[in-house]
């Protein structure tokens, strides 16, 4: 059982520009949660996602920042015309649906950097 | 607001000691809590999940209490090794499914 894969694991974008990053949670795990670690800080959950519902975004900035989990495909966690304070370590967890009391196994990241 | 607490926030033994780490949280009302490890540009390991009503969990070297009426986990490492150098996180849910709130972790250096 492959576990939860991020893509891409670097990710260059000049200020103003998009930014896509995806998460493929672990099979047959359907909760998705983000989690952004900005550099020397924290990890800050963004949003809780099951398939094709946002459950929790309590998270999220208010503006820019979106996210979907489609019913097919990966999560997707879209950053909009990027700041230099957006540069961090992305994270994506999921945790399967009932049973092992909700653990969240985490991908390996993805690294933003705004030039 | 749940805030969560490592102490201390570096740590450095040398190889061979037994070590405990810290960590306390502000609201007992947690759902289950769990112990992660981050190797320096890497992502997370869980290494425990205790639930709110466990005292404690085991995986070989690594034993987790909680005591969840003082807000309280301690990661208790015996016989530490070189490879367990990393930053050491918990983090506590308030609910099934729930967010993760962390701590700012430990950064342990074990030294042969």
């Known amino acids: 059982n492959a576990g939860v894969m991020q893509n891409p694991r670097h990710l260059v974008r000049r200020r103003g520009q998009e930014a896509r990053l995806r998460c493929s949670p672990m099979k047959g795990h359907s909760h998705v949660y983000w989690y952004r670690q900005l550099p020397e800080e924290g990890l800050k959950f963004m949003v809780y996602l099951q398939k094709e519902n946002i459950i929790d975004e309590s998270g999220m900035p208010k503006e820019r920042f979106s996210a979907e989990f489609p019913k097919e495909g990966p999560s997707i966690l879209r950053i909009q015309q990027v700041v230099r304070g957006d540069s961090a370590a992305y994270f994506c967890?999921?945790?399967?649906?009932?049973?092992?009391?909700?653990?969240?196994?985490f991908g390996p990241g993805t690294r933003l950097t705004v030039t | 607001k749940q805030e969560v607490t490592q102490i201390p926030a570096a740590l450095s033994v040398p190889e061979g000691e037994n070590l405990v780490l810290n960590c306390s949280f502000t609201?007992?009302?947690?759902?289950?809590l769990q112990w992660f490890r981050q190797d320096p540009g890497k992502g997370l390991t869980s290494l425990l999940l205790?639930?709110?009503?466990?005292r404690e969990q085991t995986s070989g070297r690594l034993n987790a209490s909680l005591d969840k009426s003082s807000g309280r986990s301690t990661l208790y490492i015996a016989a530490s090794q070189p490879g367990d150098s990393a930053t050491y996180l918990c983090a506590v849910s308030r609910n099934q499914g729930g967010k993760l709130i962390f701590g700012q972790g430990t950064e342990l250096s074990v030294k042969p």
């Open positions: 609201d007992s009302a947690i759902y289950n």
């Open positions: 205790i639930q709110s009503s466990q």
């Open positions: 967890a999921s945790s399967p649906p009932r049973g092992s009391f909700y653990e969240q196994y």
